[in-house]
């Protein structure tokens, strides 16, 4: 848009001179000031006149915009794509063969597979939204990234040791000790067959398909691996670290006698200061039980969500749904309790990378996506953790 210059050369007003006694000096001063406000006045018109030009061709511009981006294939927007999504989508539909140049030398090469192109930041967005649902670890733990293949974290192993002492006593030397805590960082991967026709179509939006069926595939996979995951080619899960106190039910396969006063003791155990802080972790059927759960005043220790975007809570800690957490049952651990932003590390290696291959599958008419991700997960602080646990003792 031309900058609209928004400075005009005013009339300059004559100086004031003295006159002689039959001059009359306030009436030439009113005569200038009027010319000074039919020159502003002016001014201000044609200013106004302008504008209201200017205005009208951005108008008209962005309705044409409006009515390029309602074209059946834009998406519905009139912002042009950058070239690395632009390329990417061209990728995943007809292949490198069938790209420009510029948008070939803007795929970005995964240097852990051959032939396969990293997905750009805006489609790698999309798979982690979708993750987030199937990986429900992923929303109370502390997530980072790391471009090695394993993390190495340091964590106090002993605390320093103090002593009152009299005034002329000897003192008694005391220090902490420290160790290392590794967390590798493994790999998960998938394929994913799409139709050559529907590749061909370009109404249809491929990458939220594909995306969507990614972020299905790995969400299942990593979320079970982060709640009960053994840590063989996986992550440890937060019921298998080592450390973790328990609280028994008093029954080796129900919540207990009464179940409303173990889940306050299982509260009440953790320490306060990762109390403040604490979610409770727990499938779908077990959450129905407890929902149903009143203290001795006849209250609900559940309650709803009262607004949006607030977790229900139990005890007046946030709940977290997790699908792979244990039933009740004999000698299971249907319900963990703790601060999991302290307790659990998930690290992402590689967001997402795929490989397009035209060829297993070209007598089916399909095409095949080979993907993969690299990801680790594991416990750092397991007293910020607590389970309850079906179980007399």
């Not at 998406?75 to 042009?80: A, N, P, Y």
């Not at 997905?119 to 090695?148: C, H, K, W």
Request: glycine fraction near 10%; proline fraction near 7%; hydrophobic fraction near 40%.
């Amino acid at each position: 848009m031309e900058r609209i210059e928004t400075r005009s050369a005013l009339p300059t007003v004559p100086p004031i001179e003295r006159r002689d006694e039959d001059g009359d000096p306030v009436a030439l001063a009113t005569q200038a000031v009027e010319e000074l406000r039919g020159a502003v006045e002016q001014h201000r018109t044609v200013t106004e006149e302008r504008i209201a030009t200017e205005l009208r061709g951005v108008t008209e511009r962005l309705d044409a915009l409006e009515v390029r981006s309602q074209r059946p294939g834009t998406g519905g927007s009139g912002d042009e794509p950058p070239v690395e999504r632009r390329a990417f989508a061209g990728f995943l539909r007809r292949g490198t063969e069938a790209l420009a140049p510029d948008e070939v030398r803007s795929l970005r090469v995964s240097e852990d597979t051959a032939g396969g192109y990293l997905a750009p930041d805006e489609f790698v967005a999309e798979v982690i939204r979708g993750i987030v649902e199937f990986s429900p670890v992923r929303q109370a733990a502390r997530v980072g990234n790391t471009a090695s293949g394993a993390v190495i974290l340091p964590k106090r192993t002993g605390q320093p040791t103090a002593h009152w002492v009299d005034e002329t006593e000897e003192r008694q030397g005391t220090e902490p000790a420290y160790g290392q805590l590794e967390i590798p960082i493994h790999e998960m991967a998938c394929y994913v067959d799409v139709s050559r026709r529907l590749l061909e179509d370009s109404a249809v939006n491929v990458e939220a398909e594909i995306a969507f069926d990614l972020a299905e595939e790995f969400g299942k996979l990593e979320g079970g691996s982060f709640v009960v995951g053994n840590g063989v080619k996986k992550p440890l899960g937060l019921l298998e670290a080592l450390g973790v106190a328990h609280t028994p039910t008093g029954n080796a396969s129900t919540l207990g006698a009464n179940p409303a006063d173990t889940l306050i003791d299982l509260k009440y155990a953790l320490p306060a200061y990762y109390r403040n802080r604490a979610v409770w972790m727990m499938n779908g059927a077990t959450l129905a039980e407890v929902s149903k759960l009143k203290d001795g005043d006849g209250r609900l220790l559940w309650q709803p969500s009262y607004a949006e975007g607030q977790p229900e809570t139990i005890l007046g800690r946030p709940v977290i749904e997790a699908p792979d957490m244990p039933d009740i049952g004999t000698a299971a651990e249907p319900i963990l309790f703790g601060d999991i932003a302290s307790a659990y590390r998930i690290y992402d290696r590689v967001s997402l990378a795929i490989m397009r291959d035209p060829f297993t599958q070209a007598k089916a008419g399909q095409v095949r996506f080979h993907a993969y991700r690299r990801v680790g997960g594991g416990p750092v602080l397991a007293e910020a953790l607590r389970k309850l646990r079906c179980a007399t003792t």
